[in-house]
């Protein structure tokens, strides 16, 4: 199966449709008046649309098990068919497309069987997605003008030359696939006076997203936080947390960092972890999303 564990749950839904078309309309009138000799034809197509969305993943080999969170199935009835149509929600790290169009065509083919004594020319048409959303790309702001970024590499023994920079370069990899504007690279020692100097330096030159790798935990020469809070115009808790629960999912050491968030001015300030993972996660955890920041200030001007 396709790896998902990068992703984040959204609340994700998902419509599909069957169409069943009959060539008795006598058949339609047994449906509605529960004449039809196996039983209750759209309860029983709805109880086995039920069972098939809950367990697609037993029967497509690449489906990924999730929880259903939401199942409801719509009949419509005209002279010659029966229109199916199906909404399925999760909350999940993927979507429920093929949950709803395997529980659509389900629910038809037991019609189908039900039918199929009473009508001989019964037939399964139309059967799609109709819609979908929820996701990253659900979340992903088109912007008005380009956003553009600077990374800012805090690490004493890399500004040496005694290591080489990976976090900073993921940090870059992730933001251009999110269509951000790299507009500088900086490589700095974990110094509270050169952190400040070039966060103050690239907001003041109009850069919208300044982001800082490194110096968020607890060694002695860890100062990343200290150097940016006091520059915040307005702190932001709820990025800094999200980066932390999603990295606490993964690896328990997440809760250890000290990553901060906020505003000065119109600039986006973050400060994440040094480590390429805990870089890697903390960007899987925020981006495009975060970016509607920049949407809000667009309107808010």
Request: glycine share 6%.
């Amino acid at each position: 199966m396709v790896d998902i564990t990068h992703k984040i749950s959204t609340l994700r839904t998902a419509f599909a449709q069957a169409v069943v078309k009959v060539h008795n309309p006598d058949t339609i009138h047994a449906i509605k008046n529960d004449n039809v000799p196996k039983g209750n034809v759209l309860e029983a197509a709805r109880i086995a649309g039920l069972f098939a969305v809950k367990n697609t993943s037993s029967a497509i080999p690449d489906c990924h098990p999730l929880p259903i969170e939401k199942t409801d199935f719509n009949f419509e009835l005209s002279e010659n068919s029966i229109r199916i149509e199906v909404e399925v929600q999760t909350i999940y790290k993927t979507g429920v497309e093929v949950e709803a169009i395997h529980g659509v065509s389900v629910a038809a083919v037991t019609m189908y069987d039900m039918l199929k004594p009473i009508d001989k020319e019964i037939e399964i048409t139309d059967i799609k997605l109709l819609s979908k959303k929820g996701g990253k790309s659900h979340f992903s702001d088109k912007m008005d003008k380009p956003v553009n970024a600077a990374v800012i590499v805090c690490s004493d023994s890399i500004s040496a030359g005694k290591k080489e920079d990976f976090a900073g370069k993921a940090i870059i990899r992730k933001l251009e696939a999110s269509g951000v504007e790299i507009r500088a690279y900086n490589i700095i020692p974990d110094e509270v006076e050169d952190i400040q100097q070039q966060v103050k330096e690239h907001q003041g030159n109009g850069i919208n997203l300044i982001v800082v790798t490194g110096g968020t935990g607890l060694s002695k020469r860890d100062v990343t936080p200290e150097a940016i809070k006091p520059l915040l115009e307005r702190e932001i808790p709820g990025i800094a947390e999200a980066m932390r629960n999603y990295g606490q999912e993964r690896m328990p050491y997440a809760m250890l960092s000290r990553s901060v968030a906020g505003m000065i001015g119109n600039s986006l300030i973050l400060a994440m972890p040094g480590s390429t993972r805990g870089a890697e996660e903390s960007m899987d955890a925020l981006f495009p999303h975060i970016l509607h920041i920049f949407k809000v200030m667009e309107y808010s001007k």
